[in-house]
């Protein structure tokens, strides 16, 4: 029988019957992909550079290797379809071999063919390469987060949350669903699952998934051997929390007998009548919910027992507790809508064990919210009355401010920040400039200067025209409100920052003050949380900046000073590097203390309760003076 090549070189039969039926490659879904765009006529070179990287796949090194390895491909898929497709399929195939010595193909009978070829089709594996399966540009900034399997990927997301995508620069929202939805698909084949709030749907920035009430059960209790994951506990914060009505605390043996002041039926209820106290205080309210949700849920995960059953034995078993959580309570920071949030949050060296401080407020704030549940009659007594406070070292200092910059970092911090300030579209640089130089001037903390407003800074009256000085108004600490300077630097850092906002700041006169934060984001973030905070239906409506977000805007500009600014030295980079938002309050602490300025005034201007407490920056100063004048001993005794 005659025979002829095709064009991988295989041998058939003039009649058009394989006589070599390779063993086929395991082909990907890129590959299927690929070589339909070949069948469509796409140049061999446009579909290396779409669908493959040379890098990892050598058959796209060159448009002649990439024309070949299609070839082979369509051999490989033809020979499958003969041998395994339908009887008309293989005689389309044959005649077409016969007439013109290699398949010609059309979008049906590519899909016909390929559908007849499956079983060449390699079923993604756990292990296998991202770029395997994934376009190459994609790939690539996956391999920039440090992800280099489909099983690595998956863990990515399912640490992440719905929001894992974030962080990989030019994958967004569209293309992130893509790729999730992918992996759900394969599930099976790559035995992992992707955790239910990845890319789920979403209203308001929010899953629906969070939505749901999550009712946990104690670590012992049947449903957790029937439907539970083994060593994996079921919790949730507050707001989504259900407990069993054995343990909602309905008939707890500390419930009170009289008339009860508040409306609450279990412990739940009790501990949102509680906490509803400190509406108006959020930091205050953030604080207790995290104390209170914390006890509850050890309370019924861990010991068993409704909160309002508890005992004193019970609170001592807390108090070991708290100097080591169980690890399955502990995980990364998570939104609390994610399955993934964890009532204690893992420190940089893996440890959540309280420090002693923290370990005496928690007992603290417990025995004051037993107090008031017992006032209030809801409980009969309070267990904690007769717990000791966990042991606590007294500092030597109150506060931390070897965080403080010193005079030389500072001026040359303000330096680069009035040098990048000056370049073209430089808007976040200016809105940094004008947060930094009011905290680090005027001794703000990050809450006060996101809550400070322009309608509450005005010239002052002691100032002069060759000493002028503005004062701002602000409600601090306690909610006491205090006045602080605001210095002539400071002021042109805002006029630049609100000329970037279009907005006026300066008033016409004294009953035309603008109104506005001080500090506001000039680019909003295009996700749904920052449009629903910030897109108010009446646009000259301004939404500042949170304290985290002016936090994490001090970060991140400070991030990249450490690793481009050329007027620092090592150590300037260490020390600006240690530095977080807070340091410029110490900052203007330490300086002015140094500068002569009385400290009762510097107490003043920070808000401090007590003159003691500020007293700690001419503790500073000191040690200063002696580092210096040690060093002055070391160089002369060299000479």
């Known amino acids: 029988m005659a025979e002829r090549r095709t064009s991988s070189g295989k041998a058939v039969a003039s009649s058009g019957a394989v006589t070599d039926v390779a063993i086929p490659r395991g082909f990907t879904s890129k590959d ?8 469509q006529r796409i140049a061999p070179a446009i579909i290396a550079r779409t669908y493959y990287d040379p890098d990892e796949d050598p058959h796209a090194a060159t448009p002649a290797a990439m024309e070949r390895y299609l070839n082979s491909m369509l051999d490989t898929l033809v020979q499958l379809a003969l041998a395994h497709g339908s009887t008309a399929l293989a005689e389309h195939l044959r005649a077409s071999i016969k ?9 049906v009978t590519f899909r016909m063919v390929t559908e007849a070829a499956q079983l060449a089709a390699a079923a993604p594996h756990a292990d296998h390469a991202i770029g395997a399966w994934l376009r190459p540009r994609i790939a690539r900034r996956l391999k920039g987060e440090g992800l ?10 399912n640490r992440r949350g719905p929001s894992w995508w974030r962080s990989i620069p030019r994958i967004g929202r569209g293309r992130a669903r893509a790729i999730v939805s992918w992996l759900r698909k394969q599930q099976a084949k790559l035995q992992l699952t992707v955790d239910l709030d990845v890319d789920s749907a979403e209203h308001d920035g929010v899953p629906l998934v969070a939505d749901e009430l999550v009712e946990v059960v104690p670590d012992f209790a049947p449903e957790r051997s029937k439907g539970g994951q083994p060593g994996r506990l079921t919790l949730a914060p507050l707001e989504r929390l259900a ?18 002041y508040i409306q609450a039926n279990h412990d739940l209820d ?7 106290r400190f509406r108006d205080q959020p930091k205050t309210l953030r604080a207790y919910t995290k104390e209170l949700e914390r006890f509850l ?22 108090k070991d507790f708290l100097k080591k959580p169980d690890p399955r309570f502990v995980g990364e920071r998570f939104a609390r809508h994610s399955p993934r949030w964890r009532p204690f949050a893992a420190t940089a060296a893996g440890s959540a064990a309280l420090s002693p401080e923290s370990q005496r407020y928690t007992v603290r704030v417990l025995r004051t919210a037993f107090a008031w549940w017992v006032d209030v009659r809801y409980l009969g007594g309070n267990p904690w009355k007769a717990v000791n406070d966990p042991v606590v070292v007294k500092s030597a200092s109150a506060m931390k401010i070897e965080r403080a910059l010193p005079m030389t970092l500072w001026r040359k911090l303000r330096d680069e920040l009035d040098t990048r300030s000056a370049e073209k579209g430089a808007v976040q640089w200016r809105a940094v400039r004008a947060t930094i130089l009011l905290m680090g001037d005027s001794g703000l903390r990050r809450e006060e200067a996101a809550m400070a407003r322009r309608e509450d800074l005005r010239p002052s009256y002691y100032g002069t025209l060759n000493r002028p000085v503005w004062e701002l108004t602000i409600v601090g600490k306690g909610q006491r409100e205090r006045t602080v300077p605001v210095s002539v630097p400071t002021l042109d850092a805002l006029r630049a920052h609100w000329a970037d906002r279009k907005s006026v700041f300066d008033a016409s006169d004294d009953r035309n ?6 500090v506001a984001p000039v680019i909003i973030p295009w996700t749904d949380a920052s449009r629903q905070r910030h897109r108010a239906l009446d646009p000259r409506m301004v939404r500042g900046y949170t304290a985290d977000g002016l936090n994490r805007l001090i970060g991140r500009m400070l991030s990249e000073l450490v690793a481009t600014a ?11 590097g240690q530095a977080n938002a807070h340091a410029f309050r110490h900052t203007f602490g330490t300086q002015s203390v140094a500068d002569e300025v009385p400290v009762d005034v510097v107490q003043k201007v920070l808000g401090h309760a007590s003159l003691q407490t500020t007293t700690i920056y001419v503790q500073a100063e000191k040690q200063r003076v002696l580092a210096e004048i040690a060093e002055y001993y070391a160089r002369r005794s060299k000479d």
Request: with cysteine; proline share 4%.
């Open 148 to 157: 280099a399997t489909l099983g690595e990927l998956v863990a990515f997301c």
């Open 270 to 276: 009790a501990v949102r009548a509680y906490l509803n």
């Open 243 to 260: 407990v069993p009505h054995s343990l909602s605390g309905a008939a707890g043996e500390n419930r009170s007998t009289a008339f009860c």
């Open 99 to 107: 007439q013109h010595g290699q398949p010609k193909l059309t979008a």
């Open 566 to 576: 050329d007027t620092l030295d090592f150590d300037d980079r260490m020390r600006l």
């Open 32 to 39: 299927f992909t690929a070589l339909r765009a070949y069948v």
């Open 513 to 518: 003050v603008p109104s506005g934060p001080l």
């Open 297 to 318: 849920l050890w309370a019924v995960v861990l010991r068993g027992k409704a909160l309002s059953d508890l005992r004193v034995d019970d609170c001592e078993a807390y």
